[in-house]
């Protein structure tokens, strides 16, 4: 069975409230893979002392993340069964940087897609993150 990862990259907004969606993760990296493991503790056997697993969901978390996460829980409540969502956690591209880890080739992707906008908008690192959560 995959270990999927899904999620969004957000960026803060101007104003208060939630943060705004950019882009999904999952078009990118949807499987589990060494950088996953070793930052966000998303694989299949996940590093337990990863830096950055189970942080749970960010308070202000995208209107898409919120809608996701609501159509989940519906659809677990119908089947009266486990949605398997599972690992949800979260990161600025401050605190990746400071982890100094260079990304997988899957994650360069997501990493130059977040350089563009930072490029396109003049956003600093501390208000980018990803929001991640992995599924069987």
């Known amino acids: 069975m995959p270990y999927d990862i899904f999620g969004f990259v957000e960026r ?40 950055l697993a189970n942080r749970g969901l960010p308070e202000d978390m995208s209107l898409e993340v919120q809608e996701w996460m609501a159509s989940v829980t519906k659809a677990g409540m119908e089947d009266d069964a486990n949605n398997g969502d599972h690992g949800h956690t979260y990161a600025t591209l401050e605190e990746l940087k400071k982890l100094n880890m260079l990304p997988s ?13 930072q490029q396109d908008f003049g956003v600093p690192d501390a208000e980018l993150r990803v929001v991640l959560w992995a599924n069987w």
């Open 12 to 51: 803060r907004r101007p104003t208060l409230g939630p943060w705004l969606s950019a882009f999904s993760v999952g078009e990118n990296v949807h499987l589990a893979d060494h950088f996953a493991n070793e930052i966000f503790g998303l694989a299949k056997f996940a590093r337990k002392d990863a830096p």
């Open 105 to 117: 080739s899957t994650w360069q992707v997501v990493f130059e897609k977040i350089y563009g906008l």
